[in-house]
């Protein structure tokens, strides 16, 4: 195990623990998650603590948003779930609407290959750009294998495609590679047949989809195709193969199973993909790039604004997995893309911004995080800063949206094109070079990027404007208003929600809240089943299962209060709320009544923490408690 071996163990057991997992992988940032039931997942749990951004779920999975060291935390993470690296999710299929099942697949597809794939391209991308410049020729052997180094993996795509489309439609993997590269065999492609001599004879000739035939299949018409570096046939290959594999596994006896299941699987699913399924997810790919391209032409400026503008926000939720076999698709049918690359204006507005906020705010821990959130963005990761910095202050994330929208749009009417995958960030100039080493579509790029820097660090030096601890939206609310912002208050007195006895935080059997990491405070051992308000204030937070409740105080601490330990599986059984999210408290007010009995019983533990969620925002917390405690007694001190 490694340095996030604690961290690890947090994660696992707030996702439901190892039986809760059915697959895990992960991209740049985020563990994403493949849970049986969601529900066992404790959301509040890890979105507080340290280490987590916070949590999403998309697409199907359940997104722990680690950041930029989310490969170490995933090489802790896996050895607890007793699972090798990329195992294969077991469910029959992904749960949740067709929608959330498409990106459930496209991502389970490419996010095992986009980091191998960005190493590659930027390779291939620097190889052009040291050519172009006049480093070496491209007649050396120098070039011809940093060529083959950065061209190797798109030119054979199906095998990478085939190997992590069979693990996510659950057929072997070694099936799926073998179907890549037989789709990739040199004399079955076009480029070799049309060498062989004229077409027998041509298909669908006058339309868009006019096909020589140069064999055929025991008299059926082989449609002549390059499958060397494309995308979405051998994805529909591997889905065939997969249920033919599945078919004659309940069929074929065991014994043979081994050899016979694979050897039926490939005779029925090649065939079918070179003369139907394979022309026709070409064809179908060539009507998806004409179409972006024919909607893009309507209005390039329009177009580039709104990929610019809602990019974050796709990223955000998850979605952007949807756009990227369009990505790909167009720079392997077209040779380049120009409809999704306006995305790229949104990594500098983002990292902009952050420079910006890093200048002008006064909070320290602030400025610790702007700095190295910036380099990040500079280098393509964005999603830290998004989370961390952007999202929370909310209008500097509304001016990265804005300033990435007018990116977007410079980069529409421009007609910027990306000609080969691969790279992040700054890392992706190279890949901007034109195939004849002109430099006209760099210095678009580059013109693109410091335009939306400039109108984002400008954007966020004037419009956002820092607010303190003290300038509460409450408060402003008050009538007492300029009182409260005057006045400084020393002491912060946290009263016991329960008649009990107290514990120390440290003391109790939940790892995450005993560690601290989810904020200081202390416990309490219920002795009747009543939850009562520890302070004037708001509720903000009431779980649908009645087991915990969230209250931000006058004074601004947020209170967590988790009444007993896994609670959370009772879903709502034994629970009664006298109170609504959004509604105001007064100190020693009825907010929750439980069955003690009833709940210990069922074997849960009623260690009851109550914390201050938000402790960093103050000088200190301090355990006031004494051994029993009464409703409204003393229990915490929080000192401003």
């Keep these: 195990m490694g340095k996030y071996e604690e961290l690890a163990k947090v994660i696992v057991r707030n996702v439901g623990g190892k039986e809760n997992v059915s697959s895990l992988t992960h991209c740049i940032t985020r563990l994403r998650f493949k849970l049986k039931d969601e529900g066992k997942a ?240 070409s064809f179908g790919s060539a009507v998806v790039a004409r179409t972006v391209i024919a909607i893009r032409d309507f209005s390039p400026l329009l177009a580039g604004a709104i990929v610019g503008l809602t990019w974050q926000i796709l990223v955000i939720f998850g979605l952007h997995w949807g756009f990227i076999p369009v990505y790909i698709n167009n720079i392997m049918t077209n040779g380049y ?56 202050l909310k209008k500097p994330f509304i001016i990265s949206c804005i300033a990435g929208g007018i990116g977007g749009g410079f980069y529409g009417a421009f007609n910027f094109r990306k000609f080969m995958m691969g790279g992040m960030g700054i890392f992706e100039f190279p890949a901007m070079i034109e195939p004849d080493g002109s430099m006209g579509n760099l210095i678009v790029a580059i013109t693109g990027v410091l335009l939306t820097m400039a109108i984002a660090f400008v954007a966020t030096i004037i419009f956002y404007k820092e607010t303190t601890g003290e300038e509460k939206t409450e408060m402003a609310e008050s009538n007492e208003k300029e009182e409260n912002a005057s006045a400084i208050l020393k002491r912060v007195e946290i009263g016991s929600p329960v008649k009990g006895k107290a514990l120390k935080l440290s003391s109790i059997r939940d790892d995450a809240f005993a560690s601290g990491v989810l904020g200081k405070g202390a416990a309490v051992l219920p002795e009747e089943g009543k939850v009562f308000a520890p302070a004037d204030g708001e509720v903000t937070a009431l779980f649908p299962t009645m087991h915990a409740i969230g209250i931000k105080t006058d004074e601004g601490a947020e209170i967590l209060i988790h009444i007993g330990l896994d609670t959370v599986q009772l879903n709502g059984e034994g629970f009664e709320a006298a109170v609504s999210c959004g509604d105001r408290v007064k100190k020693g007010q009825l907010m929750i009544k439980f069955d003690k009995e009833w709940i210990e019983g069922k074997g849960y533990c009623l260690e009851t923490p109550v914390i201050i969620t938000n402790s960093d925002d103050f000088l200190d917390v301090v355990d006031m408690a004494q051994e029993k405690l009464e409703p409204g007694d003393s229990l915490l001190q929080v000192l401003k």
């Design 337 to 392: 893309d120009n409809v999704m690359m306006p995305f790229f204006a949104c990594t500098f507005a983002t990292s902009a911004v952050v420079l910006a906020i890093f200048f002008k705010t006064k909070n320290k821990q602030l400025r610790e995080m702007a700095l190295p959130n910036f380099i990040s963005g500079i280098f393509g990761v964005t999603e830290p800063a998004i989370y961390g910095i952007l999202l929370p």
């Design 42 to 281: 404790k959301d509040d749990v890890l979105k507080a603590m340290d280490g987590v951004v916070t949590v999403m779920k998309s697409g199907g999975q359940y997104q722990v948003v680690i950041g930029n060291h989310v490969p170490e935390v995933y090489a802790d993470v896996m050895p607890l779930l007793g699972m090798e690296e990329g195992a294969a999710d077991q469910e029959e299929a992904p749960k949740g609407n067709l929608f959330n099942r498409a990106i459930d697949v496209i991502s389970g597809i490419f996010q095992p290959i986009l980091g191998i794939m960005a190493a590659c391209g930027m390779v291939k991308g620097l190889n052009a750009l040291f050519v172009a410049i006049g480093l070496y020729t491209d007649a050396g052997g120098g070039y011809l294998i940093l060529n083959a180094i950065g061209d190797g993996l798109f030119t054979f795509m199906p095998l990478f495609l085939g190997y992590t489309a069979a693990k996510k439609f659950n057929l072997k993997p070694m099936i799926g590679l073998v179907i890549g590269a037989i789709m990739c065999y040199p004399t079955v492609q076009s480029s070799a047949l049309s060498q062989g001599g004229e077409a027998l004879y041509t298909l669908f000739t006058g339309t868009m989809f006019e096909s020589a035939v140069y064999t055929e299949f025991f008299g059926i018409p082989m449609i002549a195709m390059d499958y060397t570096g494309t995308v979405i046939p051998v994805i529909f290959v591997v889905y065939f193969a997969s249920k033919c594999d599945k078919f004659f596994s309940r069929y074929i006896p065991d014994l043979v199973k081994f050899f016979f299941v694979p050897m039926l699987t490939l005779l029925v699913a090649i065939p079918a993909g070179f003369l139907l399924i394979g022309p026709l997810a």
